[in-house]
């Protein structure tokens, strides 16, 4: 594995999970202490929910995988 496609992945990983926490700063308040308020939190749409899990997920599982074949290590 070349450093710069390893770069390129984390920077792909990055990417998709602020796009995964802008979503949920969108829908839902914080409290004054910056923890999420999920009490008074709008229903979040499940669809859009899975979507940008599944990216991200994704990506991690990507990224495991190079990991796993550079340690040359069993994936379980």
């Not at 998709?16 to 229903?43: H, T, W």
Request: aromatic share 14%.
């Amino acid at each position: 594995m070349d450093k710069e496609k390893a770069m390129k992945e984390l920077k792909a990983y990055e990417k998709i999970r602020n796009e995964f926490y802008s979503y949920l700063d969108s829908k839902i308040p914080k409290k004054e202490n910056g923890m999420f308020d999920f009490e008074n939190a709008e229903q979040l749409d499940a669809k859009e929910i899975y979507e940008l899990f599944y990216k991200l997920d994704y990506q991690a599982r990507k990224i495991r995988g190079m990991v796993v074949n550079l340690l040359g290590l069993k994936a379980e």
